[in-house]
DNA sequence: GCGATGGTATATCGGTTCGATATATGACGC
DNA sequence: GCGTCATATATCGAACCGATATACCATCGC
């Protein structure tokens, strides 16, 4: 078994009662960094969860705006949640162009392989950001995270972090031996 | 633009001939860990490749085993490949159920997340193993790695080691804590 | 000699998901 | 008055995963 969308739609919403558009902004400043789900997934999603009673839709029609199709989490959700995260293994998978493009970076110009380790280390430091911001916040708030949602986001800036560290330290150093090797033998001559 | 199948297996052919089949263990063996790809993407994105003509096939039949079909780049395969890799943001996602399961540990009984923990640790320990084996391998057969693919590999390592290293080491409390909460309040009794 | 297992090899299909796009309105700056 | 941004829902094609089917052979236990 798989966690889908509509999965962690159920799960935000053990935490009350939204619309699509707030799970995909919970989504953004919550799962981003291990999770990434469009609204082309969420709302058809949620219509399939209300349509076996997982969630249930109360239309709420404000003026001068278009309606919000507010959502809450049903008993029988509640347990489909709980079945499901009992079932679901552990996985833990990769997508990045980043990594393949290294692995062919002898294809490519020096300055591109400089670009591509430029741009992975300011995305990096951009998210580590956020999850501290967002740290900060949930620590002003005193909304207090579970013990294993700080656990998680420990993990994961701990991960980030090292990973950071690594290319900034060596990262240079393939950038100058990548332009060694352009400056006798040209690669790529542009478009 | 990102990089699909279609492109990693033009990346496959640069190091020679190669059949579906060889393509799939390639992507086992050295993408496995930033890059899944199933037959099931393989095979339609080399008949699509043969169609637009990057890619030539010919048909071997050997005796009493079925027909193999070995791929090789054509020129115009080979640009189409160094347009792509030129063209490509370096992104870097992760879909991860094991920090989505965190994220809900307090729903979950206390046994379960000690069994989530020791399941990751494990996996990472095997994906760890397999690189490392991987270095050990072509460090043997002296068929030297890239720069750029050094780089990966290592930054890989370097990171799943972090990222391992801060399960053993607070792993055992989140359990324990975990066990804790679980005894005067039961969140789950089972199926 | 025979079934089980596992490796080689190609292929398809349903269901899920991404990413782009469309539509509509109000607020706010300038 | 104009552009841009935020709120809000929705659809659609293309891509992709994972399971499954098919077929043959080698090896090994029994």
Same mark, same amino acid.
């Given at each position: 078994?798989?966690?889908? @969308?509509?999965? *962690?739609?159920?799960? @935000?919403?053990?935490?009350?009662?939204?619309?699509?558009?707030?799970?995909?902004?919970?989504?953004?400043?919550?799962?981003?960094?291990?999770?990434? &789900?469009?609204?082309?997934?969420?709302?058809?999603?949620?219509?399939?969860?209300?349509?076996?009673?997982?969630?249930?839709?109360?239309?709420?029609?404000?003026?001068?705006?278009?309606?919000?199709? @507010? +959502?809450?989490?049903?008993?029988?959700?509640?347990?489909? *949640? *709980?079945?499901?995260?009992?079932?679901?293994?552990?996985?833990?998978?990769?997508?990045?162009?980043? +990594? &393949?493009?290294?692995?062919?970076?002898?294809?490519?110009?020096? =300055?591109?392989?400089?670009?591509?380790?430029? $741009? =992975?280390?300011?995305? @990096?430091? %951009?998210?580590?950001?956020?999850?501290? !911001?967002?740290? &900060?916040?949930?620590?002003?708030?005193?909304? #207090?995270?579970?013990?294993?949602? =700080?656990?998680?986001?420990?993990? &994961?800036?701990?991960?980030? %972090?090292?990973?950071?560290?690594?290319?900034?330290? !060596? #990262?240079?150093?393939?950038? =100058? $031996?990548?332009?060694?090797? /352009?400056?006798?033998?040209?690669?790529?001559?542009? /478009?």
């Amino acid at each position: 078994m798989t966690l889908d @969308v509509k999965t *962690l739609c159920l799960g @935000v919403l053990t935490q009350g009662e939204a619309s699509g558009y707030d799970i995909k902004k919970q989504f953004e400043q919550v799962f981003s960094y291990f999770y990434v &789900a469009s609204f082309g997934s969420i709302y058809p999603a949620l219509t399939q969860l209300a349509r076996e009673g997982l969630v249930v839709c109360r239309e709420e029609s404000q003026p001068n705006r278009p309606d919000r199709k @507010v +959502y809450a989490l049903t008993e029988a959700g509640r347990e489909r *949640l *709980l079945a499901t995260l009992q079932a679901t293994p552990p996985r833990h998978r990769i997508r990045s162009e980043f +990594y &393949a493009l290294l692995h062919f970076a002898h294809l490519l110009p020096a =300055r591109r392989v400089g670009e591509l380790i430029d $741009e =992975r280390l300011s995305d @990096v430091n %951009r998210t580590i950001e956020e999850i501290e !911001n967002m740290l &900060a916040r949930l620590g002003a708030e005193d909304c #207090g995270l579970e013990p294993g949602q =700080r656990f998680e986001v420990e993990l &994961a800036l701990h991960t980030l %972090r090292a990973h950071r560290d690594f290319i900034q330290k !060596n #990262g240079p150093a393939l950038a =100058r $031996e990548a332009q060694a090797n /352009t400056s006798s033998d040209l690669q790529y001559s542009g /478009t």
